[in-house]
Antibody, heavy 114, light 105 residues
Framework: VQLQESGPGLVKPSETLSLTCSVSGVSITNFYWSWIRQSPGKGLEWLGYIYYSGSTDYNPSLNSRVTISLDTSKNLVSLKLISLTAADTAVYYC?????????WGQGTLVTVSS | IQMTQSPSSLSASERDRVTITCRASHNINNYLNWYQQKPGRAPKLLIYAASSLQSGVPSRFSGSGSGTHFSLSIDSLQPEDFATYYCQQSSSTPFTFGGGTKVDI
């Protein structure tokens, strides 16, 4: 199983971040798929997850700025985060959390700066 | 649910036994996982459900606890064990992680 995040490395403040996670080796119709971020030198923050049924759950700390979606035809998991600030600068990981599904991407660094 | 780890860092030597503790702000039963992270790498699951060893993880790693108090122990530290360790609760969303414990030489 491999997960590969992709997206812009640099985004301007107030703009929207769009990341995709290409999943291979397992269908995304299995498991819950999460996005997790890690600010430079800081700990881990869970942003939210999605199940193939379309059911989602998001971290309230993001104040409704986050949307996670699936493209089952392409086996992709996507993240959209709006109204970016410097505080959103982090390495973003897609992952499936769990004993039978501990799958993580390598992470992609997103810097928010003008 | 807030997760508080201690210590935030510790220095140890090869073959030492180390213990890291994690406290939850609310009862999470045994919905507690431990991850290891090395620089530039994604976290790796070591222990799930407080005390179950993830497949492929060496038996020198062990977890215990329930409710609000948990611990991760590493017997006989090996060179590859020097890393940062995080606890994470999966009892309720938003899932939350502890602040991490860096284990170095």
């Amino acid at each position: 199983v491999q997960l590969q995040e992709s997206g812009p490395g640099l985004v301007k403040p107030s703009e929207t971040l769009s990341l995709t996670c290409s999943v291979s080796g397992v269908s995304i119709t299995n498991f819950y798929w999460s996005w997790i971020r890690q600010s430079p030198g800081k700990g881990l923050e869970w942003l939210g997850y999605i199940y193939y049924s379309g059911s989602t759950d998001y971290n309230p700390s993001l104040n409704s700025r986050v949307t996670i979606s699936l493209d089952t035809s392409k086996n992709l998991v996507s993240l959209k985060l709006i109204s970016l600030t410097a505080a959103d600068t982090a390495v973003y990981y897609c992952a499936s959390l769990g004993a039978s599904s501990d799958f993580w991407g390598q992470g992609t660094l997103v810097t928010v700066s003008s | 649910i807030q997760m508080t780890q201690s210590p935030s860092s510790l220095s140890a030597s090869e073959r030492d036994r180390v213990t890291i503790t994690c406290r939850a702000s609310h009862n999470i039963n045994n919905y507690l996982n431990w991850y290891q992270q090395k620089p530039g790498r994604a976290p790796k699951l070591l222990i799930y459900a407080a005390s179950s060893l993830q497949s492929g993880v060496p038996s020198r790693f062990s977890g215990s606890g329930s409710g609000t108090h948990f611990s991760l122990s590493i017997d006989s530290l090996q060179p590859e064990d020097f890393a940062t360790y995080y606890c994470q609760q999966s009892s309720s969303t938003p899932f939350t992680f502890g602040g991490g414990t860096k284990v170095d030489i």
